[in-house]
Structure formats: structure tokens, C-alpha cells
């Protein structure tokens, strides 16, 4: 399913297309912007952010892709909302990190949620796929109702650390989204 670069995904409201080198303007702006960037890490300088595209675009060209990329396209008429990202771990098959940065207009409107949950269907579709996980700021509460909207689980980390980690696997996903005799999630 994800073998090929530019599949497509699609929600309710939103087109998610393969991230392209047209893209570089909404890239860098995301990553340049301390309010977009607060629960992610520090802003990257503009010079930083167009050396990180470059890294992203090597990542897309390479046969396979090391990691997939899309834009988050409303099909309500907003442009591009964010950014989402697939990467797959090198040290564990069938693991890959999701992450989504999204525009500040567009944060905290279920967006994340929508990308996400079509990612999962589309991956958990491919049977190799166990798992998918993420990370964030500790501090980014948004976020923690995000992953327990999905689904995702924490993980336990050793010793302090600034961020958190959860996962999702494949087959609790499945389940979720299976026919049963109550409704379906909404994400689902």
C-alpha cells in the first residue's frame, strides 16, 4: 500500500498528497514558527528549516523512500493545514513514528485526528505493518487527548524524560475499526 511515494489519502475534510519540492514555503514556515513549534521542539532558523526540507526531499528520492510525507489539504477550502509524516523505524520492521505539525488556525480542530486515523487504515491494511507510535512534549496536553482519542497506548519510559511516547498496534487498531454491534469510532 504505502510502496509508491505519492498515495494519496483522503478523510471527510481533508485531501493528504504526497509532500513534493513545491512544498518547501509551507515546510519551512512550520518549522520556522515558535507558536507551531512550542510542543515540538525549538523553531528552526529559516537557513535550518530549508536544510531539513532538502533532508526530507533526499529521504522521499531514495529507492525505496525512507520515510513517507504528505500535506494536509482541506477540502473545505483552508489550503494546506500542516504536515504529517510516516518514517519507518530502521532497528524494528514493521514499526514506523507518525507525526503531524499542523498550522496554528488549524491545531485543535480534529484534524491531527483525521490524518492519523487515515494513515492507520491505510498501513494497518499492509500486513508486515505491527505497529505505529509517536512522541511529544510532555507539556502538550492536546496532544495526550489525541493519542487516547486513537487509541494509542504510553509507553513507559525509563528515567525522566521531556517528552512522551505512545503506540498504537496493529491489530488493537483493527479491532477498533472492526463491524461489532455498537457504532465505530468517529475515527475509524
Known amino acids: 500500500?504505502?510502496?509508491?511515494?505519492?498515495?494519496?489519502?483522503?478523510?471527510?475534510?481533508?485531501?493528504?498528497?504526497?509532500?513534493?519540492?513545491?512544498?518547501?514555503?509551507?515546510?519551512?514556515?512550520?518549522?520556522?514558527?515558535?507558536?507551531?513549534?512550542?510542543?515540538?521542539?525549538?523553531?528552526?532558523?529559516?537557513?535550518?528549516?530549508?536544510?531539513?526540507?532538502?533532508?526530507?526531499?533526499?529521504?522521499?528520492?531514495?529507492?525505496?523512500?525512507?520515510?513517507?510525507?504528505?500535506?494536509?489539504?482541506?477540502?473545505?477550502g483552508l489550503g494546506d493545514l500542516g504536515l504529517m509524516a510516516w518514517v519507518p523505524d530502521p532497528g524494528d520492521a514493521g514499526s514506523a513514528?507518525?507525526?503531524?505539525?499542523?498550522?496554528?488556525?488549524?491545531?485543535?480542530?480534529?484534524?491531527?485526528?483525521?490524518?492519523?486515523?487515515?494513515?492507520?487504515?491505510?498501513?494497518?491494511?499492509?500486513?508486515a505493518a505491527r505497529r505505529l507510535w509517536t512522541r511529544h512534549a510532555r507539556d502538550n496536553g492536546p496532544a495526550v487527548g489525541l493519542m487516547r482519542k486513537l487509541g494509542f497506548l504510553p509507553l513507559v519510559a525509563d528515567g525522566p524524560s521531556s517528552e512522551l511516547r505512545w503506540h498504537l498496534e496493529r491489530d488493537a487498531w483493527l479491532d477498533r475499526c472492526a463491524p461489532a454491534f455498537a457504532s465505530h469510532p468517529g475515527n475509524c
Open 1 to 76: 500500500m504505502l510502496g509508491e511515494p505519492d498515495v494519496d489519502l483522503h478523510t471527510s475534510r481533508l485531501h493528504l498528497r504526497a509532500l513534493s519540492s513545491s512544498d518547501e514555503l509551507l515546510y519551512c514556515g512550520l518549522y520556522t514558527d515558535p507558536h507551531v513549534m512550542r510542543h515540538v521542539a525549538a523553531p528552526l532558523s529559516p537557513e535550518a528549516a530549508k536544510r531539513a526540507f532538502s533532508a526530507v526531499l533526499e529521504q522521499l528520492a531514495a529507492d525505496p523512500p525512507k520515510a513517507r510525507y504528505w500535506v494536509l489539504g482541506s477540502h473545505e
Open 97 to 127: 513514528e507518525v507525526g503531524v505539525v499542523l498550522a496554528a488556525p488549524a491545531a485543535c480542530r480534529g484534524y491531527a485526528a483525521e490524518a492519523i486515523a487515515a494513515l492507520a487504515n491505510a498501513v494497518f491494511s499492509w500486513p
